[in-house]
């Protein structure tokens, strides 16, 4: 029965270790067990085979080869170092450490903790992006209940950047910003900030929100009428942007202010500029009590248009321009005289150009002429029919 | 004894062993050549606490285990025994019978020398170095535990697990 086997013990038999009685039993029972008594001849051959493997030479050459490297005093091979066992587990936990707490801090929802802080982030956190900003914002802290109510909505204004501008009286300039842990407020909208996106650890990621076009546009009607925001179109917003640089270039250089000028090209056109209040320095040329009664002077048809910087340039102009009379007086410094073959519209900078329109035949002298900021870029005449 | 005399004493006993644990030639010759120079650079310090080739013995298979353990970790599986693609267990001693042809008979043909080797090197690392001190070294059981650093008890319940598989790769090659 292999319960009564003896093969955990015939390894010591072989070895002369068993004790006199342990050796006397296995050998009692190795003399009644036949199976027993085969598996101890099987490993006495298996020693014996073992013990009879030659004992190889060593291989010509090694002892000199071992000679050189004593010699040359080589240290043996390096076998690769590894930190003991604790010292791993210690190096893997720091490591994990670090890891886990980059990550974390990284994750985590980053909570205002005070006053200003929250009132801050119901803001929006504006940072500077120059697109959106609040009419009549809240000198003071709102109250809790509005803050609460100002993430989704300042979720839903980020959002609403895709579609066009919100422009401010107050001219701020501003952008939403998502909360740093890419957590959703509420029924937000998803917002692309610069948070690595997901839930917060453990909670699973909320499916983003569906709108159809017409909820989103009810959305954004309702919260431009809680934010006291207007939108404007992309165009109305680089025009007034333009408008307003423009104005500010002119203010600068001491030449004219055009105030009111939004949507125009801000430039002051002489005595033609309908309608427009010309404040500063501009020569008043007393053309504005005759306008009515000056009378069309034909162009002559080689004049193209001109540009001129100074007074005899100016003067050349004029003449081969057919007007009457002498050029206004202006400073070649700050500004450039305008004279087109026809009436002036405006003029703009565009594509590293400025482009001068005007509308082509014969108009009266104080249309065919207009004074621009002094600029470095060429000049194209654009006629407009 | 200077460095000279003793490498020229034990040359041939550690290549010996190197040759058994490796399996072969180009290895055994890296390693002895290693554990002597280890064992040169640490004879200073040699106090005597054991015989001069027990002290070397256990610097060979130190350098060997160490080099096989950096071996298993670069990826190099030639030292991963064949359990482990067949799927078997080593350490299970198979149910012998009694009407199984005797190993001795297979064992006496010209081939043994390799096929014994062979079932060597399938053998785990402790188990080969302790049935090669124990068969081939002829080492006592307290030379084995002092050389591999293992308890007595330790030694003889290893030695003699290692003796059944070692029968077993044998039976299998010598059946097949």
Known sequence: ?385 | MDEREFLDANAQLAYNLALRLTGNASDAEDLAQDALLRALKALPSFRGDSSVSTWLYRIVTNTWKNRVRSEKRRGLWKMIPLSFFTGEDEDEPREFKADDAPLDAGLETEQTGEMVQKALLELDEESRAIVVLRDIEDRSYEEIASTLDLPIGTVKSRLSRARQALKERLRKKVSS
Not at chain 1, 90 to 103: K, T
Not at chain 1, 185 to 210: H, M, T, Y
Not at chain 1, 215 to 242: I, N, P, T, W, Y
Not at chain 1, 273 to 291: C, H, Q, V, W
Request: a neutral charge.
């Open chain 1, 1 to 385: 029965m292999n319960s009564e086997h003896v093969i955990e013990s015939l390894s010591e038999l072989i070895d002369g270790r068993l004790a006199e009685d342990r050796r006397a039993a296995v050998e009692a029972h190795l003399s009644a067990c036949p199976s027993c008594a085969s598996e101890l001849d099987d490993l006495k051959a298996v020693a014996a085979s073992l013990k009879a493997l030659p004992r190889a030479p060593l291989p010509v050459g090694f002892m000199q080869r071992l000679e050189r490297r004593r010699l040359a005093g080589e240290a043996p091979k390096k076998d690769y170092v590894f930190l003991p066992f604790p010292a791993r587990v210690a190096a893997f936990a720091l490591s994990s450490f670090i890891v886990g707490f980059v990550v974390f801090e990284n994750f985590r929802a980053k909570k205002p903790s005070t006053e200003v802080e929250r009132y801050m982030a119901a803001q929006g956190d504006m940072a500077a992006s120059g697109i959106v900003s609040k009419l009549d914002a809240p000198a003071a802290a709102p109250p809790a209940a509005e803050e609460k109510d100002a993430a989704p909505l300042r979720a839903r204004a980020a959002k609403s950047m895709a579609f066009g501008s919100l422009s401010g009286k107050t001219g701020a300039v501003a952008a939403v910003r998502g909360n740093a842990s890419g957590r959703y407020d509420g029924d937000a909208l998803p917002i692309a900030g610069r948070s690595f996106g997901g839930a917060p650890i453990g909670e699973k990621a909320p499916e983003p929100p569906k709108y159809t076009n017409e909820q989103l546009q009810a959305g954004l009607e309702k919260e431009k009428r809680e934010l006291g925001m207007r939108v404007m179109s992309l165009d109305e917003v680089h025009s007034q942007k333009r408008a307003e640089a423009e104005a500010q270039f002119l203010e600068d250089s001491g030449i004219a202010t055009v105030a009111g000028a939004g949507g125009g090209a801000g430039v002051m056109m002489g005595p033609a500029a309908k309608g427009a209040a010309i404040e500063g320095s501009t020569p008043d040329l007393g053309y504005a009590s005759k306008r009515k009664t000056r009378p069309a002077i034909a162009v002559p048809a080689p004049f193209q248009g001109a540009v001129a910087a100074d007074e005899a340039s100016a003067r050349a102009a004029w003449r081969d321009a057919g007007l009457p009379g002498s050029p206004p007086a202006f400073d070649g410094e700050k500004s450039m005289l305008i004279i087109v073959p026809g009436a002036v519209i405006d003029a703009r900078e565009s594509a590293g150009q400025i482009v001068v329109r005007y509308r082509p035949g014969e108009a009266p002298a104080a249309k065919r002429w207009a004074l621009i900021p002094r600029s470095p870029l060429p000049v194209a005449f654009e006629p407009k029919l």
